[in-house]
Each structure stands twice: as structure tokens, then as C-alpha cells.
């Protein structure tokens, strides 16, 4: 048996727990190289009868594991730790991330018996960086804390492991400025990768700092740094010429200023700009379409609710990452119309992630790749004689309101328009599909999911909040993306037992399929769902007014391991 990684979730400290772990010690000892416990409040002898077995380790998460670090007699007996470090000598990646009750003592121990870190993540760890609250002094004034981790432990570690030590993760942490600069500072420290995702108080003196001292980075996540304005964009842009990775999202005061030198450094090859409200693209543009310059060459673009972003925009980037980009999210760019699904399927064949989700204004015609042809009323009805009035001025033709948004149906692509239709120009043609995610874009229909949807590849796909699909497009998708693994249809009204019948036979691999909020969804689904997808682990089924207490109960009993999710069902309750 080859070298294996497991996850086991939910352990307590009870004896099936504790006969479980003795199990994978005796059985997967030498050949585990990954094991991570989530969600589980095990004992410290349960896990002390474990590690020493796993001699083969490299990468250990305990993140939330708060059962073991509560009383901060763990690993305090020498014995104990000459065990576990003759295992995990050998350790690279430990992950400690919301970990309540982590002090310096406990922390100590623990990394003294991995010599050999190469990844730390410390996310949402109560540190102390410049005061320590249970003595009412400066952090560093008191050494082995028992109470609390603080900066100056932090730093001890980083200096006496600075020769492997590459990735660190001190997300959603209260980090200062200050302490930020006597991290990045430390004497031979070379990091390749440094998360601080949700640090509230850096600035963007902090990051011009960090990029002077650290040039070598290739992962950058300053995600939701909300303090951060483009300042420091131009500085991760000057300072780190080998940047790989960045995340900047959820940095609302960053604006277009500084993109255009951001695309220029070469190396980038990810960049996520989710939820930056003022970015529009343009900056982005300049920045590729420079002649004769190093550009970036983006692999996987994040635009979520950029809502400045527009049809020219994506036009534009479609043109220019045509031949590298492989995963786009412009989910909720609600002025992202037609023109952006053709330029996507036109120049972006090379898709393996697309999400569109929430684009409201995409329609059939730009799925199919076709140039919807209307006429406009106004037009029709004044003709070339201008409004019409009547004897009581009833109908005064320049004052008709508007449609409302809710009044207006897609109009139905018919049979004719669609043979007719060129070929190479619609959603079809990104063959690579891996992920697709159309919820949330009410005027789509049968008439585009039934005749694009068909990717032998695709294993997500989120059909959510479409209100005039049917069981036709759940029976065609299934019959034409045999690998899915995971499908989402909640909220569509017209997807009923009859398209489950006719889809579940294509669906041997699904392992987590919704169908919340599916009125027309009853006992019959469940049964079959529960006989032809023997893969299936989540079922949610919630809203799903028709489904009966038994039949779940039944499905339980049979399957007791797949998880199903019966919130608000009127029977189930």
C-alpha cells in the first residue's frame, strides 16, 4: 500500500473514538503522510497513543482542537515528547489555526518536537503582539507564558527554524503594523508564502515593509485588509518581481491606480480582485495591452462583485488571457450582459472554472451564442408619426412607463433561430468545463441549458434560482455530464420526480446534489436518489414540502451515512 492522507471528523473522547485512532496507528502508522481531525474534541491520550506511530507524517492539522490545549498540560511529560518527536521529526506542515487556548508553554512543546516546519498556520489564534491582557504589561515581559502565545514566542520560532520555514499564516489575527515589520524582519527568514487574510489593522506602511524585507514572495493573500488603499498595491507590484499568487479581495478602498503596473510583473499568474466595489477593468486592460512589455500571465481571474465591471471590459480581457487564462469568477457583475458570454466562449476556450452566477442579464441568446433581434415597441407602435393622442388624451404614447422587471419573460429562442445559429460561438465550445456556475440568472431557459450544458468533463455545476428551467434541462444534463459529482438545483420550481426519474440513472458519480426548495420534489425522488447514486453523501431536500419524515427516516436508515438536510420540510418536522 502506497503512502495515504486522512481526514476523520468529529471524534470525541469516547471509546469508539479512541478505538478508531488506535486502529489507523496500527493499521496506516508508517504509510500516513496527512491526517487532520476537524471538528473533533479528543483527549490528550488518545492522540498520545497515536502520533508516535506515524512515523511517516508531513503534514498534521489540529486546527479547533481546543480539547487538547485547555488545560496546557499537553505533552508536559519529557517522555511523551521524546515519543512524538522521534515520530514527527520529519514534519512540514502543521496547522494550528482557531485554537483558543494556545499559549507559549503548550506551543513550545509542541513545536519542539518538529524541528523541520516548512508551513505554520497560526489563522485566528489569540496572539498577543504588543500587550498581554492577564498582566496588564508589555508582551515579552514575562517568557513561557502559560496563558496566552505571544510576538516574542512567535519570533523565537521563526529564528531557530528560518532555514525551512517558507509559508506562514496569520490570518484574521490582530497583527499591528509594528509587529508585522519584527516578523518579515527576522534575521535569514525567507518566506515564499504569507497569508493575512482579515487583518484589520495593517497599513499600507506595513505592506511596503513587509515587501522590502521579503522580496522573495510568491503567494501574497492581504485579502479584506480593509486599512490597505493602492499604495500598497503599488508597492507588492515594485517590490515582488516573482509574485505568483495575490489576493486582494475584499479591500473596498483599493481603486484602478496601481493595476496597471500589477499586471505588468510577469510572474503572476493568479490574481483575485472579489468584492473591490471601484475596480471597472480599465487600469487592468492597459496593464496586459502594453506593446513590447512584460505582462502577466493570468491563469485564474476573480472579478466577484466587481459591479463596475462591463461587456468592454471582459471584451477586452477575453482578447488578451485568450491562450492562458483557465478560471474566471464573475459571479454577481450584474452588468455583464450577452456580449461577455460570446466573448467568453469566442476567445476563453481554454476554461476549466467559469462562474456566472447572479448575472442577471445573460440570456439564452448569449449561452447559444446568438444575436437576439427585436424591435422595439415605442418604434412600432409611433411609427413615423410620432405619439398618438385620443380625443380625452387616454393614451399619450410619451408617457408609457417602463416595464417592470418581474412583468418581462425571456423571450424563447424557437426552432428555426436555433438551426440556424453559427456554430463555434456558444458556451458549447469550452470543451475543458470542469465547473460551471450559471444560479441566479433568471433568464435562462430549457432552450440554452439543454443545448450548451453538455461538457463530458464538468463535475460542479449550480443550475440554482433558474425559474423557467424543467425537468428537460435536468434530464439533458444529466444524460451529457456523466462525471458530475456535484449538482445544484435549488429553488427551481419546474424540476419534479419525473426529471429526478429519468436523471438518476446518468448520475453514478454524484456525491452531493440540492434540490432545497423544489416544491414538486417527493417521496419517489428520494427513493430512487437513494438506489441509483450509490456515491451520494449530501442530499439537501429542505423546502421540500411533499417530502414525508418516513421516507427520510427510510433513506437514513439504509444510507447512514449520507447527510440530508430537511430544513423547513412540512413533513419533516
Known amino acids: 500500500m502506497s503512502h495515504c492522507n486522512l481526514i476523520i471528523s468529529q471524534l470525541d473522547g469516547f471509546s469508539m473514538s479512541r478505538s478508531l485512532l488506535l486502529e489507523v496507528g496500527l493499521c496506516l502508522g508508517s504509510k500516513l503522510e496527512s491526517l487532520a481531525l476537524p471538528g473533533s474534541s479528543i483527549t490528550e491520550a488518545s492522540l498520545l497513543a497515536l502520533l508516535p506511530r506515524l512515523t511517516s507524517l508531513r503534514r498534521l492539522d489540529l486546527r479547533g482542537l481546543d480539547s487538547l ?7 508536559s511529560r519529557q517522555e511523551h515528547r521524546d515519543q512524538v518527536r522521534s515520530a514527527l521529526s520529519g514534519l512540514e506542515e502543521l496547522d494550528l489555526s482557531d485554537l483558543r487556548y494556545l499559549s507559549d508553554l503548550t506551543f513550545n512543546r509542541l513545536t519542539g518536537c518538529t524541528p523541520h516546519l516548512r508551513r505554520l498556520s497560526l489563522a485566528g489564534c489569540h496572539i498577543a503582539f504588543e500587550f498581554d491582557p492577564y498582566r496588564g504589561c508589555p508582551v515579552g515581559a514575562v517568557e513561557h507564558s502559560s496563558a496566552l502565545l505571544s510576538l516574542r514566542n512567535l519570533q523565537r ?45 495593517l497599513t499600507d506602511y506595513a505592506v511596503e515593509i513587509m515587501v522590502k524585507h521579503q522580496p522573495n514572495l510568491q503567494r501574497l493573500d492581504i485579502s479584506a485588509c480593509t486599512e490597505l488603499t493602492d499604495r500598497a498595491v503599488e508597492a507588492v507590484a515594485m517590490g515582488l518581481k516573482t509574485l505568483t499568487h495575490l489576493s486582494l479581495s475584499r479591500d473596498w478602498r483599493i481603486t484602478e491606480k496601481g493595476l ?3 499586471l505588468s510583473v510577469s510572474s503572476l499568474r493568479s490574481l483575485d480582485l472579489s ?29 466577484k462583485r466587481c459591479t463596475y465591471i462591463r461587456d468592454s471590459a471582459v471584451f477586452s480581457l477575453a482578447q488578451l488571457l485568450g491562450s492562458t487564462l483557465r478560471e474566471l469568477d464573475l459571479t454577481s457583475c450584474v452588468n455583464v450582459t450577452d456580449l461577455s458570454s460570446r466573448s467568453i466562449a469566442t476567445y476563453l476556450q481554454r476554461l476549466v472554472v467559469l462562474r456566472l452566477g447572479w448575472c442577471k442579464e445573460i440570456t439564452d441568446w448569449g449561452l447559444l451564442g446568438m444575436e437576439e433581434t427585436r424591435k422595439c415597441e415605442a418604434d412600432k407602435e409611433m411609427g413615423d408619426k410620432g405619439p398618438r393622442f385620443t380625443r380625452t388624451f387616454g ?19 424557437t426552432h428555426d433561430e436555433l438551426f440556424k445559429r453559427e456554430t463555434g460561438t456558444s458556451l458549447l465550445a469550452l470543451r475543458r468545463l470542469q465547473e460551471l456556475d450559471l444560479s441566479g440568472c433568471p433568464k435562462l431557459t430549457d432552450s440554452s441549458i439543454a443545448q450548451v450544458v453538455r461538457y463530458p468533463d464538468l463535475r460542479y455545476l449550480s443550475l440554482s434560482m433558474l425559474p423557467e428551467i424543467t425537468d428537460t434541462s435536468l434530464v439533458s444534463v444529466a444524460r451529457h455530464c456523466r462525471s458530475l459529482t456535484s449538482l445544484t438545483c435549488s429553488h427551481c420550481p419546474g424540476i419534479s420526480d419525473h426529471g429526478v426519474a429519468q436523471a438518476t440513472p446518468y448520475l453514478h458519480r454524484l456525491q452531493h446534489l440540492c434540490l432545497s426548495g423544489c416544491g414538486d420534489i417527493t417521496d419517489k425522488s428520494l427513493l430512487l436518489l437513494g438506489q441509483q447514486c450509490k456515491r451520494l453523501r449530501t442530499l439537501d431536500i429542505s423546502r421540500c414540502q411533499k417530502v414525508s419524515a418516513k421516507t427520510v427516516d427510510l433513506l437514513q436508515l439504509q444510507r447512514p451515512f449520507l447527510e440530508i438536510s430537511t430544513a423547513n420540510c412540512l413533513h419533516c418536522e
Do not use: W, Y
Not at 164 to 177: E, F, G, N
Not at 408 to 413: A, D, K
Open 260 to 262: 496597471t503596473d500589477l
Open 275 to 303: 468584492e473591490c466595489l471601484h475596480i471597472n477593468g480599465t487600469e487592468m486592460v492597459k496593464g496586459l495591452a502594453r506593446s513590447g512589455a512584460a505582462r502577466a500571465r493570468l491563469e485564474a481571474l476573480s472579478l
Open 69 to 75: 490545549f485547555m488545560s496546557g498540560a499537553f505533552l
Open 395 to 413: 393614451n399619450m404614447g410619451f408617457f408609457t412607463p417602463p416595464r417592470l422587471p418581474f412583468d418581462e419573460r425571456p423571450r424563447l429562442v
Open 157 to 201: 520560532l521563526l529564528t531557530e527554524q528560518k532555514s525551512t520555514l517558507v509559508a506562514l499564516d496569520l490570518s484574521r489575527t490582530s497583527i499591528t503594523p509594528a509587529s508585522l515589520r519584527t516578523i518579515v524582519q527576522v534575521q535569514g527568514l525567507v518566506l515564499e508564502e504569507l497569508c493575512l487574510h482579515g487583518c484589520k489593522e
